[in-house]
């Protein structure tokens, strides 16, 4: 399919992620212009503060943006999975180039024309309103030039918090090895900065021209600036904090399989007439944090990731003692009921290419070992932090590769099969295994532990929402590996719509 069949398709859900875009950047350059200014402008007046504020907005733009998420998620009022913790963290990193060039834009101006206005008679506030702030305004402009373009590249993040926007293309793209996914959505994101810039320059000049600025301008600004944060926020809030006791929030990670069993829930709740929220696409822990601070009701999870990653348990390869042991301390640490497994266990997947499997006669990874000195292996964050993961793996094998390299879980289907690396450690219901001819190798030292498919859910969901627990009764045993590997293959080799995939799979099955 070429790119502009694509947007003939697609156009409607492209301009509903760019509008969606647009306010959490817009909602979140007004809110940090109301705090920025004042701020800079208190700076100007006390030296003193000056350093610790700003060094506290410094530290602030060095937080890597999923980390800031995971920090914000389970914190009360402020926090949660949506726009709201994603607008909180567009607005931390706004203020440090608005601060700053509002601090300097005032500095700036000429003390001899501050002594003339003074001289003149002028109160401290009469010169900053008549003075300085028109004199300083091309400079504060220039700052909110920059937050902004900031902002626009930190909200393509906001869709791993599920706040949507330009990045759920983006991140879909590369977990789809769909280009153009990845085009829509990096192209928009480049031409909203464009166009955002542009007008804001419009806008500077409009306000600063000859240097001599009308305050009639900046007086009817003002008005408008607090109506549209009004409006904005006023309806983020509605949407983000309205309660409906039938309501479900239904949460997935961020990669196919993931959002293909969320919705799959959705899809058969909604045909119960409960009211579903999706916030899917969650990068990292998000989404378990999330379940425990009570902003997701339910996502799905696996029983080896649960056991090792969240309860710190060392792998063990009894599957049915992981799962007992998960679901006790699941219900007894967080209220949290594990769900009766799928059906199918989605295992670390060692996989190289298919060429090289068949040419060497490789079948195990034991098979492997000996060639993996000369190998380059490319790994997820998650598998090279792990307990289940890389440190032991690569112990119980005597694996000695020559290069490791850590990057995201996506890309490395992408690195192999563009032969970046030799070996990843992927998923085994990847659909993306037939579709670029890689092979998985047997893991005959049985080092991975149990990873069954089961859903986590909220008790206190249970019981709010009974149509929940038939749900999940009939989908106990219902999807086998086979099954999920060509449902992911349905979404990332034939490039079908995930609801289409799931409302044909649930006719199929009634």
Same mark, same amino acid.
């Given at each position: 399919?070429?790119? @502009?069949?694509?947007?003939?398709?697609? @156009?409607?859900?492209?301009?509903?992620?760019?509008?969606?875009?647009?306010?959490?950047?817009?909602?979140?350059?007004?809110?940090?212009?109301?705090?920025?200014?004042?701020?800079?402008?208190?700076?100007?007046?006390?030296?003193?503060?000056?350093?610790?504020?700003?060094?506290?907005?410094?530290?602030?733009?060095?937080?890597? *943006?999923?980390?800031? #998420?995971?920090?914000?998620?389970?914190?009360?009022?402020?926090?949660?999975?949506?726009?709201?913790?994603?607008?909180?963290?567009?607005?931390?990193?706004?203020?440090?180039?608005?601060?700053?060039?509002?601090?300097?834009?005032?500095?700036?101006?000429?003390?001899?024309?501050?002594?003339?206005?003074?001289?003149?008679?002028?109160?401290?506030?009469?010169?900053?309103?008549?003075?300085?702030?028109?004199?300083?305004?091309?400079?504060?402009?220039?700052?909110?030039?920059?937050?902004?373009?900031?902002?626009?590249?930190?909200?393509?993040?906001?869709?791993?918090?599920?706040?949507?926007?330009?990045?759920?293309?983006? #991140?879909?793209?590369?977990?789809?090895?769909?280009?153009?996914?990845?085009?829509?959505?990096?192209?928009?994101?480049?031409?909203?900065?464009?166009?955002?810039?542009?007008?804001?320059?419009?806008?500077?000049?409009?306000?600063?021209?000859?240097?001599?600025?009308?305050?009639?301008?900046?007086?009817?600004?003002?008005?408008?600036?607090?109506?549209?944060?009004?409006?904005?926020?006023?309806?983020?809030?509605?949407?983000?904090?309205?309660?409906?006791?039938?309501?479900?929030?239904?949460?997935?990670?961020?990669?196919?399989?993931?959002?293909?069993?969320?919705?799959?829930?959705?899809?058969?709740?909604?045909?119960?007439?409960?009211?579903?929220?999706?916030?899917?696409?969650?990068?990292?822990?998000?989404?378990?944090?999330?379940?425990?601070?009570?902003?997701?009701?339910?996502?799905?999870?696996?029983?080896?990731?649960?056991?090792?990653?969240?309860?710190?348990?060392?792998?063990?390869?009894?599957?049915?003692?992981?799962?007992?042991?998960?679901?006790?301390?699941?219900?007894?640490?967080?209220?949290?009921?594990?769900?009766?497994?799928?059906?199918?266990?989605?295992?670390?997947?060692?996989?190289?290419?298919?060429?090289?499997?068949?040419?060497?006669?490789?079948?195990?990874?034991?098979?492997?070992?000996?060639?993996?000195?000369?190998?380059?292996?490319? #790994?997820?964050?998650?598998?090279?932090?792990?307990?289940?993961?890389?440190?032991?793996?690569?112990?119980?094998?005597?694996?000695?590769?020559?290069?490791?390299?850590?990057?995201?879980?996506?890309?490395?289907?992408?690195?192999?099969?563009?032969?970046?690396?030799?070996?990843?450690?992927?998923? *085994?219901?990847?659909?993306?295994?037939?579709?670029?001819?890689?092979?998985?190798?047997?893991?005959?030292?049985?080092?991975?532990?149990?990873?069954?498919?089961?859903?986590?859910?909220?008790?206190?969901?249970?019981?709010?929402?009974?149509?929940?627990?038939?749900?999940?009764?009939?989908?106990?045993?219902?999807?086998?590996?086979?099954?999920?590997?060509?449902?992911?293959?349905?979404?990332?080799?034939?490039?079908?719509?995930?609801?289409?995939?799931?409302?044909?799979?649930?006719?199929?099955?009634?």
């Amino acid at each position: 399919m070429s790119f @502009w069949q694509f947007l003939q398709l697609n @156009w409607s859900e492209l301009l509903g992620l760019i509008d969606q875009h647009v306010k959490l950047v817009l909602i979140a350059i007004v809110v940090a212009v109301v705090i920025g200014v004042p701020t800079g402008i208190l700076l100007t007046r006390h030296r003193a503060l000056r350093g610790p504020v700003l060094g506290i907005a410094n530290v602030m733009q060095t937080i890597p *943006s999923l980390a800031l #998420f995971g920090f914000l998620i389970p914190l009360p009022f402020i926090g949660g999975i949506g726009a709201r913790t994603a607008l909180i963290a567009l607005v931390l990193y706004s203020l440090l180039p608005i601060i700053r060039n509002t601090i300097t834009g005032i500095l700036g101006v000429e003390p001899s024309v501050r002594e003339a206005a003074v001289a003149m008679g002028m109160t401290d506030g009469q010169v900053l309103r008549h003075v300085e702030l028109p004199l300083a305004m091309g400079v504060i402009v220039t700052g909110i030039r920059v937050a902004t373009v900031i902002a626009v590249g930190v909200t393509t993040i906001a869709a791993a918090v599920g706040a949507g926007g330009l990045g759920v293309y983006i #991140f879909r793209g590369l977990r789809q090895y769909d280009n153009n996914l990845l085009l829509a959505g990096a192209l928009s994101s480049a031409l909203l900065a464009l166009v955002a810039d542009f007008s804001l320059g419009l806008i500077q000049r409009w306000l600063t021209v000859d240097r001599k600025p009308a305050q009639p301008r900046l007086r009817k600004l003002v008005p408008v600036a607090a109506a549209v944060i009004i409006l904005l926020v006023s309806v983020l809030l509605l949407r983000d904090g309205s309660s409906n006791t039938d309501k479900i929030s239904i949460g997935s990670k961020d990669f196919t399989e993931s959002a293909l069993l969320a919705e799959i829930v959705a899809q058969m709740l909604e045909a119960r007439g409960v009211s579903v929220e999706r916030r899917f696409e969650l990068g990292g822990n998000l989404p378990h944090d999330a379940l425990v601070s009570g902003t997701l009701d339910l996502y799905p999870e696996y029983t080896g990731t649960a056991y090792t990653a969240i309860l710190h348990h060392p792998p063990i390869s009894d599957p049915r003692a992981v799962y007992d042991q998960t679901k006790q301390e699941y219900a007894d640490k967080f209220r949290v009921e594990v769900s009766a497994p799928i059906g199918f266990e989605n295992t670390f997947a060692i996989l190289i290419r298919g060429a090289e499997a068949r040419q060497l006669n490789l079948k195990t990874i034991s098979d492997a070992a000996p060639h993996t000195s000369k190998w380059r292996a490319g #790994f997820g964050q998650d598998f090279m932090s792990r307990a289940d993961g890389y440190p032991g793996f690569s112990k119980t094998y005597l694996l000695k590769f020559a290069e490791v390299r850590e990057m995201d879980l996506s890309l490395t289907y992408i690195a192999l099969s563009s032969r970046q690396v030799d070996l990843i450690a992927g998923n *085994s219901t990847e659909g993306r295994i037939a579709t670029l001819d890689l092979f998985q190798l047997a893991d005959d030292r049985r080092y991975f532990p149990p990873y069954e498919a089961v859903y986590l859910v909220r008790q206190d969901t249970l019981q709010r929402v009974p149509a929940l627990r038939e749900v999940l009764a009939k989908l106990a045993n219902a999807i086998s590996t086979e099954e999920m590997r060509r449902l992911n293959y349905e979404v990332d080799g034939n490039r079908r719509d995930p609801k289409e995939v799931v409302r044909q799979w649930i006719g199929g099955k009634q």
